[in-house]
């Protein structure tokens, strides 16, 4: 079985010679030499119209390996509360392989991913990303992973779990987390809930960013895979975060009464 595109024509050209002219335009052109070595990286998962520039501006600075693990929440409560896709992708850009060791391993070594395709059938916030990795990376492989609500003692296991079964991987992986920040509030208030939240990944501090957004109302929609993904980084020896970018999407709509607001992020 391959899974099909659920959000092309939607929320990115599903026509390949304009998704290819659109990655072009998003993603700059950067030489490998000055692209950083990260563990992870933190991206916006919106229309591209709205999040496509910050997307491709932070991709486009950091080394992407052949696999990709990305991480995104449950948009439609379908599937299990941790859901590892096997099925490969057939995308606008050609068909994506799931890096079949890597998924094994995570399966074999977690006692709380399971393999479950029915959670990526309508899923966009794992998609959308697949594109800007394709652009920069023609090899690429993936391992998918939608994520559900879980509590911090439950994100930190599957931390351990990820960073076990990459840390045994010989070969190098990138993580990707999928979210957008503050949804539907003023540019004012958006901007200075997502600073509160952002602070936390820039210190490096997990705990902090769970407790923020909880506490803070943060309308965050993919805080439990940054929580997860930072924490793997971590325990794969991260030592910075650095934002790349902040925007929302008035810069694009004009409209800054309700804004859903997006950050770039890389974890090294």
């Not at 990115?12 to 304009?18: D, H, I, L, S, T």
């Not at 094994?104 to 395709?117: H, P, V, W």
Request: hydrophobic share 40%; with cysteine; glycine share 6%.
């Amino acid at each position: 079985m391959t899974r099909m595109p659920a959000v092309a024509d939607r929320f990115y050209p599903g026509n390949p010679e304009q998704l290819r002219s659109a990655m072009d335009m998003l993603v700059p052109d950067v030489a490998e030499e000055e692209k950083e070595q990260a563990l992870a990286v933190v991206l916006p998962h919106a229309g591209y119209v709205y999040s496509g520039a910050t997307a491709g501006f932070t991709i486009s600075r950091v080394r992407v390996p052949e696999t990709v693990l990305i991480m995104g929440p449950n948009h439609h409560g379908r599937g299990e509360a941790l859901a590892l896709g096997t099925e490969d992708w057939q995308m606008p850009l050609g068909k994506i392989l799931v890096d079949r060791q890597l998924a094994a391993d995570i399966l074999r070594g977690s006692t709380t991913i399971t393999e479950d395709d029915e959670a990526h059938l309508l899923e966009h916030s794992l998609e959308v990303q697949v594109p800007f990795l394709q652009q920069v990376q023609p090899r690429l492989q993936i391992v998918p992973l939608v994520v559900s609500q879980l509590s911090f003692s439950q994100c930190r296991k599957v931390a351990q779990e990820l960073a076990t079964a990459i840390r045994n991987y010989e070969q190098p992986v990138l993580m990707v987390a999928s979210t957008d920040m503050s949804h539907y509030e003023s540019r004012q208030q958006a901007s200075q809930k997502d600073k509160l939240a952002i602070e936390r990944i820039l210190a490096l501090d997990p705990q902090g960013l769970y407790a923020t957004v909880i506490g803070q109302r943060i309308t965050m929609c993919g805080v439990i895979p940054t929580t997860i993904v930072l924490l793997t980084a971590m325990e794969l020896g991260a030592t910075k975060a650095e934002l790349v970018r902040y925007t929302d999407s008035g810069e694009a709509s004009g409209d800054t009464s309700q804004v859903v607001g997006y950050a770039g992020l890389i974890i090294s």
